[in-house]
């Protein structure tokens, strides 16, 4: 069984930061990419950084200079430093894997975690 749990969410005030992980269970798994998105109420999922498995990251231009994406294979976890965080960085945030297989059977499919909210005051 694959779970995705997400922590490090919470308040905090215009230009503070937060670290958001990501710890991906179960067995056997074959992890390609991972990535973050978030989701504001009312507003459409958004991608927020992705990290490949070779440790290659992209960012969306809102938080390029201000979040880092980063992960330990050797755990399944992915991190998201925040830094110099806005009123508007605060939404929902997802923890997503691309899991390409469990032990020996092939899948296709992202799971995703819970979700963490993070809240930024002005």
């Known amino acids: 069984q694959v779970q995705l749990v997400e922590s490090g969410g919470g308040l905090v005030q215009a230009g503070g930061s937060l670290r958001l992980s990501c710890a991906v269970s179960?067995?056997?798994?074959?992890?390609?990419?991972m990535g973050w998105y978030r989701q504001a109420p009312g507003k459409q999922r958004e991608l927020v950084a992705t990290i490949t498995s070779g440790g290659r990251t992209k960012y969306a231009d809102s938080v390029k200079g201000r979040f880092t994406c980063s992960r330990d294979n050797a755990k399944n976890v992915v991190y998201l430093q925040m830094n110099s965080l806005k009123p508007e960085d605060t939404a929902v945030y997802y923890c997503?894997?691309?899991?390409?297989?469990?032990?020996?059977?092939?899948?296709?499919?992202?799971?995703w975690g819970q979700g963490t909210q993070v809240t930024v005051s002005s």
């Open positions: 179960g067995s056997m798994l074959s992890i390609n990419a």
């Open positions: 997503n894997a691309e899991i390409t297989a469990i032990a020996t059977i092939p899948v296709e499919g992202d799971y």
